[in-house]
């Protein structure tokens, strides 16, 4: 194992770099998108129930399919990183637009109703109370779709660009364990700890939640 | 979009090898195998630590350490250790099932309401009828959740069982790639959404006719 | 109050990713994209290879031996089946990779590899008519890869198998292993159906050439399996290879396959000079320390360049 370490580090130390820009990337962008798509989901109730089917549909599309097909639809090149982060965005939005809508749907009315009566607009309302409010099941969902896109990643590397996948199908072609060993074992300790930054972050802006555990 | 694989009459065959129907036999003998596997496994443990509340840090993190573990590389793992077979991939696949299934029957038990539980026990039931006729009743629509987006996560990732000579609806994923037929690969995708959603109606429906009606409040 | 401090830690959380993006920014995984596209003027020299054990190791000779001659390279490896890699190197994706003259004639030549072709020179010729536009061929290899069909010598026995011939009266009962790319090639399934007249009772897609069709063929999942000649796991399970008496395969020298916007005296010099020194023999040599003792790719693309006088 450390020969392979030591022979193999920059190949390692290249794809844990890549992963983290195929995995990470698009929870941002879809976490933006989500959260306008999400919020038209609450506004207009009737948008809810195929906001939430076609997420369902969205989510079940085989990554590898999507991995294959964007450069069809898109014309990017078919190597082109590009496609996984669109894929894995398509993934995040599909996941987090539902748990947006959840988050804002589970603020309890009294609360939306007392920011009216304190004379909160409807954009400020939802800036200012609502959202914040709805952060723990927004977070995480987050979380999930943080954790993942990082371990769908890999699945990249059967068309030629995955991270860490790259050792699963290196190790795998010459039935050789360690590259797959290290490859899931950094894919697992990368998820922990995106995990955890996130959980730290939800700690971080919603001390309140911390006040109230047991009375929930 | 072409569709010519999907629509062409030959590929819905069930007696030639590898038409869809047999792939889709074959992708739903994965994802039933993983599922009942997982649930055996998982049902039990996520029942007893909700019951118990012994072990919850467990339960909690335990869907989201399932979640991390990258399925194609568990898989080539075992393919690996263990040579070609079903045997890897149904390790793989029962990986994916257990965290929600755990997760959910664990959150299904934390979640009902204890003053039903204890009223159960002053009306003079004991510890296990308590468990199988108030408690397990109570939680199943949560634990259901939970089956069904495990149902869900498993039929589009037993697409991988392609990549390691398997059969399955990946084939047409690996293959169509391999050969360079889109068409091929569309169709792999629109049957395994479709499977997925089929499924999952299934399953929805499963669960109106199994939950209580007096916690679904249908005949309210 | 609240406000503040809401907005405050989302900043940071915005930061946070932001920070993270930029750790990796100096190879930007988007980069690829305009990098690629634009390879005519720019001296990066994108390398793919197919996805087996000897393509990545010949890719991995390529990209050194260009970095010897400071040619900037990028490695791209482990793409996938020809069919899949050519779309790649077409797109500008990449730009070089090595490739076997015979295999690639029947790719691209329409109808397969024309009639009489076999030798080296007759397939380099023939090559050279239906390359795509834009890219062209380097000096050829004297080192041959070949597919072959193998079987235990078990099944060889049983069956009194020599040559590819010899399947034909008890193939119904036989089940053969090969890429999944076989279904659909004439160097696969139809040419056997077409020139030798034989149909196997299943074909079973697994890799090319790789450790799955080895271990299907040692445990007897299939009896028959494609696998390349300069495979060591023949030797070292003691395999036979089925003679090829009409010749379904061709030569297969390995040859680079390059983008002519790539192409400059330097990149075909240096390639040139790898073709020259590369037989069957060392090919093999070298691979077995990949393949049997696990040694890593670059080092043993290393020691090949070092030990060829071409670093």
């Known amino acids: 194992m450390s020969t392979y370490l030591s ?114 607009r409807r954009l400020r309302r939802l800036t200012d109370v609502e959202l914040p409010v709805a952060l723990p099941v927004i977070l995480a969902g987050l979380r999930v779709a943080t954790v993942s896109n990082i371990s769908l990643v890999s699945v990249g590397a059967l068309i030629g660009v995955g991270g860490l996948g790259q050792l699963f199908t290196r190790g795998f072609q010459l039935f050789y364990l360690e590259p797959i060993i290290v490859g899931i074992v950094l894919s697992v300790a990368l998820a922990g700890l995106a995990d955890l930054a996130i959980v730290l972050l939800q700690r971080l802006v919603t001390p309140w939640t911390r006040f109230q555990g047991s009375a929930a | ?122 009306m003079g039931m004991r510890p296990s009828q308590v468990l199988l006729r108030v408690e397990l009743p109570m939680a199943l629509p949560v634990m259901m959740s939970g089956f069904r987006s495990a149902a869900l996560q498993v039929v589009a990732t037993a697409t991988v069982a392609a990549a390691v000579g398997l059969n399955g609806l990946g084939r047409l994923l690996i293959d169509g790639l391999a050969v360079n037929d889109y068409s091929r690969v569309l169709a792999g995708a629109i049957v395994v959404a479709v499977l997925a959603v089929v499924l999952d109606l299934i399953l929805a429906l499963a669960q109106r006719w199994i939950v209580s009606p007096g916690l679904s409040g249908r005949f309210r | ?6 907005a405050g830690a989302l900043a940071a959380g915005v930061t946070l990713a932001l920070t993270l993006s930029a750790c990796g920014a100096n190879d930007d995984p988007l980069s ?17 290879s197919a996805n087996f054990a000897e393509s990545e190791l010949l890719g991995e000779i390529y990209a050194q031996a260009l970095e010897a001659k400071q040619v900037q390279v990028k490695r791209q490896f482990n793409i996938g089946a020809r069919e899949l890699y050519l779309k790649a190197l077409q797109d500008g994706s990449i730009d070089l990779l090595p490739e076997y003259n015979g295999a690639l004639l029947s790719a691209l030549a329409k109808g397969g590899a024309p009639e009489g072709v076999s030798s080296p020179d007759q397939v380099l010729t023939e090559l050279k008519k239906v390359l795509p536009a834009g890219t062209a061929v380097l000096e050829q290899s004297a080192a041959e890869d070949k597919d072959t069909l193998t079987v235990t010598s078990e099944t060889a026995t049983k069956y009194n198998l020599k040559t590819i ?147």
């Open chain 2, 1 to 122: 979009m072409n569709l010519s694989y999907l629509f062409d009459a030959a590929h819905w065959s069930l007696s030639t090898d590898g038409s869809i129907p047999q792939l889709i036999l074959s992708h739903l003998w994965y994802v039933v195998l993983a599922l009942i596997i997982g649930t055996v496994i998982a049902l039990p443990v996520g029942l007893y630590i909700g019951h118990t509340g012994r072990g919850s840090f467990l339960a909690i993190n335990a869907g989201n350490a399932g979640r991390s573990l990258p399925t194609l590389g568990l898989l080539m793992l075992m393919v690996t250790l263990l040579g070609l077979g079903l045997t890897p991939v149904l390790i793989a696949l029962t990986v994916l099932v257990i965290p929600p299934i755990l997760t959910s029957a664990y959150a299904g038990m934390r979640t009902l309401d204890r003053r039903v539980v204890d009223a159960a026990r002053g």
């Open chain 3, 165 to 311: 011939e010899d399947l034909k009266p008890v193939a119904d009962k036989l089940t053969i292993g090969a890429g999944p790319e076989w279904q659909e090639r004439y160097q696969g399934l139809k040419g056997l159906e077409s020139l030798y007249g034989i149909k196997f009772k299943t074909f079973k897609p697994l890799d090319a050439g790789g450790p799955l069709t080895v271990n299907a063929l040692v445990k007897g999942q299939i009896d028959v399996g494609n696998i390349f000649s300069t495979d060591s796991s023949i030797a070292t399970n003691k395999f036979v290879v089925l003679d090829d008496p009409k010749n379904l395969y061709l030569a297969e020298n390995i040859i680079p396959l390059i983008r002519t916007t790539a192409n400059n005296p330097t990149v075909s010099g240096a390639l040139n000079a790898v073709s020259a020194k590369l037989t069957t023999e060392n090919l093999t040599t070298y691979l077995a320390k990949v393949q049997v003792d696990k040694q890593d790719t670059a080092a043993v693309a290393k020691a090949f360049l070092t030990e060829n006088g071409l670093v």
């Open chain 3, 32 to 48: 690829n994209d305009a990098g690629a596209g634009s390879s005519t003027g720019t001296s990066t020299v994108t390398i793919g």
């Open chain 3, 1 to 6: 109050m609240l406000r503040t401090r809401f």
């Open chain 1, 7 to 120: 022979n193999n580090w920059d190949t390692i130390l290249t794809a844990l770099r890549q992963h983290i820009w195929l995995a990470l990337l698009p929870v941002v962008i879809g976490f933006v998108i989500a959260l306008p798509i999400g919020y038209l989901g609450v506004r207009f109730p009737w948008l809810y129930h195929p906001l939430v089917n076609t997420a369902g549909v969205l989510y079940s599309i085989p990554s590898l399919a999507l991995f294959v097909f964007l450069p069809v639809l898109l014309g990017t090149k078919i190597l082109s990183p590009l496609n996984i982060v669109v894929a894995l965005t398509i993934y995040t939005v599909a996941l987090l637009s539902r748990t947006v809508a959840d988050g804002l749907r589970s603020v309890d009315d009294i609360i939306v109703q007392s920011a009216t009566a304190m004379g909160y």
